[in-house]
């Protein structure tokens, strides 16, 4: 998928909520810029959570509180971790049952988590367009390709 701007961005993360569960682990990966916390702000929005969503950089982990009967929203940015066992002390894996956990710059660090992720690859193209690449397999969001 193509996207033009920030606001398509966030839209399609609003699609991408709709398909989403309590227990779901998104590993978000792509380049500084690319628009991972932008499409995070959308999936916020998608699930009806508390916000503002902004990027977890400095703070690593922030729970999101659903504003209604949905699960909340996990946002990691695992951009400063060292590793694995850092991915650990953070604890995801308590809370990954009951939340949808997205984790921008997880990919090699949290796969392991749960025997199933989504995974979102954005690529910045020259034109300044974003093309999202959704892979998933339990096949929900194969409609998205």
Known sequence: MIVSTAEETRALGAKIAGLLRAGDLVVLTGPLGAGKTTLVQ??????????????????????????????????????RLGGSLEVDDLDLDASLGDSVTVVEW????????????????????????????????????????
């Open 42 to 79: 959308g999936i916020g929005e998608g699930l009806k959570v508390r916000g503002p969503i902004t990027s977890p950089t400095f703070v690593i982990s922030r729970v999101h509180p659903s504003l209604g009967d949905g699960p909340p929203l996990v946002h990691v940015d695992a951009y």
């Open 106 to 145: 997880g990919e090699g660090l949290v796969e392991g988590l749960s025997d199933h992720h989504v995974e979102i690859l954005i690529a910045r193209r020259d034109d300044e367009t974003r093309e999202i690449t959704i892979k998933d397999d339990l096949g929900r969001f194969s409609h998205f390709s």
